[in-house]
């Protein structure tokens, strides 16, 4: 079985910053597609920024020079730095990956649990 297990949210006021954490741990063969996810109630979750195994990034318009994502191969793990946030940044924020299994060798998506951001005005 394989875990994410994401830390660092919390409520900051705009124009503040937080840093996310996202460890992974278990039966991990490699860890492809490395990203974050959020939703803000009564919408989709939506796509905020992921991150190839070699370090390509792709971000959602908004975050765009905002936000930077980054990972520890070594220590299987995924970052987001968020600075500048905006109250229209709140929601819950769920880690994302694309694992193959050690085990059965097949390739999974995996999510947190979920961490909660809230930006005051």
């Known amino acids: 079985q394989v875990q994410l297990v994401e830390s660092g949210g919390g409520l900051v006021q705009a124009g503040g910053s937080l840093r996310l954490s996202c460890a992974a741990s278990?039966?991990?063969?490699?860890?492809?597609?490395m990203g974050w996810y959020r939703q803000a109630p009564g919408k989709q979750r939506e796509l905020v920024a992921d991150?190839?195994?070699?370090?390509?990034?792709n971000y959602e318009h908004s975050v765009k020079g905002r936000f930077t994502i980054s990972r520890d191969n070594a220590k299987n793990m995924v970052f987001l730095e968020m600075n500048s946030l905006e109250p229209e940044d709140t929601g819950v924020y769920y880690c994302?990956?694309?694992?193959?299994?050690?085990?059965?060798?097949?390739?999974?998506?995996?999510w947190g649990q979920g961490t909660q951001v809230t930006v005051s005005s």
């Open positions: 994302h990956a694309l694992i193959k299994d050690r085990d059965s060798g097949g390739l999974y998506d995996h």
């Open positions: 278990g039966s991990i063969f490699s860890l492809d597609l």
């Open positions: 991150t190839t195994s070699d370090g390509v990034t």
